[in-house]
């Protein structure tokens, strides 16, 4: 059996939620990722902050992104899922959800993240493209 654990990718690391949006992008430009998992003071995960949420929810709206923090841009319930999980179950959480990153945790601590890249590297064709397909899909208006 194929597990989270197997397919994530290690090394994933935190931005603590009082951190401002500057210093996350410069995070992510010295880890070469679009995302880092957000953490409370506690280090329990309470979002997730991607480069285009910089972009579209701090820039684009004419904020400061030295003035605004991880913490404020977390929103809704952040999914995630265990290291001993199924891949089946990683592919149903992220199907469920329409997410394209999802974090490993193990012991109620972070252990790593699966990415698109991960499945691509790990998974056969066809279960790559029925994902992609169920992420991706929009539904279209009547």
Do not use: F
Not at 15 to 38: F, S, W
Not at 48 to 63: F, K, N, Q, Y
Not at 93 to 98: C, F, S, Y
């Amino acid at each position: 059996m194929t597990t989270a654990g197997d397919i994530m990718h290690r090394g994933v690391q935190w931005i603590p939620a009082h951190e401002t949006l500057d210093r996350a992008a410069q995070l992510m430009r010295e880890l070469n990722v679009g995302a880092l998992p957000i953490s409370d003071e506690n280090e329990r995960l309470c979002g997730i902050l991607t480069d285009r949420d910089i972009v579209v929810g701090c820039v684009a709206m004419g904020h400061d992104p030295a003035e605004v923090t991880a913490g404020e841009m977390a929103k809704g319930t952040p999914r995630w899922i265990d290291a001993d999980a199924d891949v089946g179950e990683v592919l149903h959480e992220m199907r469920e959800h329409q997410i394209r990153r999802l974090p490993v945790i193990q012991g109620k601590r972070l252990v790593g993240m699966i990415s698109e890249a991960d499945l691509a590297r790990h998974l056969a064709g066809d279960q790559i493209a029925s994902w992609a397909e169920s992420v991706y899909a929009r539904t279209t208006p009547r």
